[in-house]
Nanobody, 126 residues
Framework: QVQLEESGGGLVQAGDSLRLSCAAS????????MGWFRQAPGKEREFVAA????????YHADSVKGRFTISRDNAKNTVYLQMNSLKPEDTAVYYC???????????????????WGQGTPVTVSS
């Protein structure tokens, strides 16, 4: 059974940095693309970043490009989201997600992910 567990969220001030982690278990982590999404109160879940199974390619939403970076350590079964220059509009619950099928190209589409963590909240004060 695939399990994803996020950590690293918290309350920070605008301009600060945070690094989120997502530890995966239950299958061979290195075979699967991974994604980060977020959901603010009253809004739909939105794409933040995704990374290929090898880590050789990654994609970021325009709203976070240049500030956030997704990475992974396949030896540790963990995907990260480094968030710099945080803004109040980055406030949301952040989720990591994984698809059911291996060796897929990373995607920004919510429906293409089958497994989700419980989320970690990030609050950015102005």
């Amino acid at each position: 059974q695939v399990q994803l567990e996020e950590s690293g969220g918290g309350l920070v001030q605008a301009g600060d940095s945070l690094r989120l982690s997502c530890a995966a278990s239950g299958r061979t982590f290195s075979m699967y693309a991974m994604g980060w999404f977020r959901q603010a109160p009253g809004k739909e879940r939105e794409f933040v970043a995704a990374i290929s199974w090898k880590g050789s390619s990654s994609y970021h939403a325009d709203s976070v490009k240049g500030r956030f970076t997704i990475s992974r350590d396949n030896a540790k079964n963990t995907v990260y989201l480094q968030m710099n220059s945080l803004k109040p509009e980055d406030t949301a619950v952040y989720y990591c997600a994984a698809p059911k099928l291996p060796f897929r190209q990373p995607s920004g589409v919510v429906a293409e992910y089958d497994f989700w963590g419980q989320g970690t909240p990030v609050t950015v004060s102005s």
